[in-house]
């Protein structure tokens, strides 16, 4: 591809990544609701809130995904291929998408170090050592909008970009499983 064509294709990969972006949420909490109407319900219009929500608030990697998705259909190549193409690249420019690089680096989790805890004894008849309260919690109605959130992109995330390929959910585990 020449620079123009590269200019030329970003900016029509630009144009319809909000788009991608979106639908790729709006599938994701679709299956997240489906997934969980057991546990929680909401209205078409609070659904569609949280889908704008997360699309404006989505970082790097789902920019850089739904960009590549568009280009992969569009210039016949392999997402894998798409997702470092110079079109997708300038196209994530030309949005003022978050840094695909810093969301990448951010992947990065350091192993932590242990620390040696120190040991409270505590001698019989002693006072027991109080345990501060736990905060209060978010509301019922937050907490269920944050667990959907989460399953939306868990869902999101089903999608490998090295592939392209959908990956098979991991089983689900119950409550008794944990004990």
Excluded: C
């Excluded at 989790?109 to 019989?124: D, E, G, H, M, W």
């Amino acid at each position: 591809m020449t620079p123009a064509e590269v200019e030329a294709t970003a900016e029509n990969l630009a144009a319809r990544g909000r788009d991608e972006l979106t639908a790729r949420f709006r599938e994701a909490y679709a299956k997240a609701l489906g997934a969980h109407a057991d546990l929680v319900s909401f209205d078409a219009e609070r659904v569609e809130a949280m889908i704008q929500r997360s699309a404006a608030e989505a970082d790097g990697l789902q920019w850089r995904r739904a960009l590549a998705g568009v280009a992969a259909r569009e210039l016949d190549i392999s997402l894998a291929s798409a997702l470092t193409h110079p079109a997708v690249v300038r196209a994530h420019q030309i949005i003022g998408a978050p840094s695909y690089e810093s969301a990448l680096a951010a992947l990065a989790v350091p192993v932590p170090v242990p620390v040696p805890v120190p040991v409270v004894t505590q001698a019989p008849g002693e006072t027991p050592v109080a345990t501060p309260p736990a905060p209060p919690g978010p509301t019922a109605d937050r907490a269920a909008e944050t667990a959907l959130e989460h399953a939306a992109e868990a869902e999101l995330a089903m999608v490998m970009p090295e592939s392209g390929h959908e990956s098979e959910p991991a089983p689900a585990v119950r409550p008794a499983e944990l004990a």
